[in-house]
């Protein structure tokens, strides 16, 4: 059974920073695309960043370039998202998702598994 557990979330000042986490379990991933997603009440869910697990070719969203990072630790079976320079539109609940046959990577439908989300809230 797959497992995405996101963890990192949590309340912080604008310009402050965040390490997200994803922990994948239940399968190999070496053939995954992992991606980072946000929403916020009302709003569609929104690709933020991915990474593809065997070449570690990455891709962001515009709003997130050259604050946010994205990495994965083999060793672990662990995608991370880090995030500097946050501004209050970065709050909204972030989820971890993996797709193995993923066409257009800010897709939300092209992925097949998802974390249950975690909180990320920056005050003003």
């Known amino acids: 059974q797959v497992q995405l557990v996101e963890s990192g979330g949590g309340l912080v000042q604008t310009g402050g920073s965040l390490r997200l986490s994803c922990a994948a379990s239940g399968r190999t991933f070496s053939n995954y695309l992992m991606g980072w997603f946000r929403q916020t009440p009302g709003k569609e869910r929104e690709f933020v960043a991915g990474i593809r697990w065997s070449d570690n070719v990455t891709n962001y969203a515009d709003s997130v370039k050259g604050r946010f990072t994205i990495s994965r630790d083999n060793a672990k079976n662990t995608v991370y998202l880090q995030m500097n320079s946050l501004k209050p539109g970065d709050t909204a609940v972030y989820y971890c998702?993996?797709?193995?046959?993923?066409?257009?990577?800010?897709?939300?439908?092209?992925?097949?598994?998802w974390g249950q989300g975690t909180q990320v809230t920056v005050s003003s």
């Open positions: 998702a993996a797709g193995n046959r993923v066409s257009f990577w800010s897709m939300p439908t092209s992925y097949d598994y």
